[in-house]
């Protein structure tokens, strides 16, 4: 299985975006936190600064909607050509209508999941996305603490896409470091998004490259 490493610039120096990307040229994507200040306590950027940023980098965009607005929202990321778009499970009432959206506009859809939010509501519809992310933190704000308590939501999610014969990536965000990685890789996740590890690292590509051999193992 492949594994991928998609740095969140959240933490990184979102005055100098396009020289950030610029230090993490090993990266699979650049994970792009949208925040609203009303799906989650904090406030980041929007499609003009994703637009822009696009102009800068060579690299795919891994979108994660943290806003309450995901129907107009989401596929407007879909159509400026980003790899893939997020949206969490708990901003739309329609996530099907929404997946195909993405889908048809061009982008992989996926479906992000709060840390009380389980998957099973969503086994039936798995076959819609391309990723499911799930959420080893309280959205909102990087460096915080991993939490454990969330493996056993990563392997019921690699299980029901197992038994639905579905070719599904599972992405984790939040606390992604050396220490807690092969944790995630093992419990079957294969993306993943880390934010203060990669950035607050004095060599950032070097941390990509380390955190991609540590899921390895
Ligand atoms: C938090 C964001 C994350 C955040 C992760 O709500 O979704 O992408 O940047 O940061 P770390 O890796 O520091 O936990
Ligand atoms: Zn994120």
Not at 12 to 25: K, M, N, Q, T, W
Not at 103 to 121: K, M, Q
Not at 192 to 213: C, Y
Request: aromatic share 6%; proline share 6%; hydrophobic share 45%.
């Amino acid at each position: 299985m492949s594994m991928r490493i998609t740095p969140s610039v959240l933490n990184a120096d979102l005055a100098d975006l396009a020289g950030e990307v610029a230090r993490i040229p090993s990266a699979d994507a650049v994970h792009i936190d949208v925040m609203d200040n009303h799906f989650v306590p904090n406030l980041t950027l929007g499609l003009p600064v994703v637009s822009s940023l696009q102009r800068h980098t060579k690299l795919p965009f891994d979108i994660h909607l943290m806003i309450e607005d995901a129907d107009s929202w989401a596929p407007q990321y879909a159509e400026a050509g980003c790899e893939s778009v997020t949206f969490h499970a708990e901003a739309t009432s329609a996530p099907v209508r929404l997946a195909r959206e993405i889908r048809r506009l061009g982008s992989a859809a996926s479906l992000a999941l709060r840390p009380a939010t389980p998957i099973e509501p969503f086994a039936d519809l798995i076959a819609e996305f391309d990723q499911v992310l799930i959420m080893t933190v309280e959205p909102g704000f990087g460096g915080q603490k991993f939490l454990d308590i969330m493996l056993p939501k990563i392997r019921r999610t690699r299980a029901i896409a197992a038994a639905s014969g579905v070719e599904l990536a599972i992405q984790v965000d939040g606390g992604v470091s050396v220490d807690t990685i092969g944790r995630c890789a093992e419990a079957g996740a294969d993306v993943f998004v880390a934010g203060t590890a990669v950035f607050r690292a004095t060599d950032p590509d070097e941390m990509v490259t380390t955190l991609r051999q540590t899921a390895m193992q």
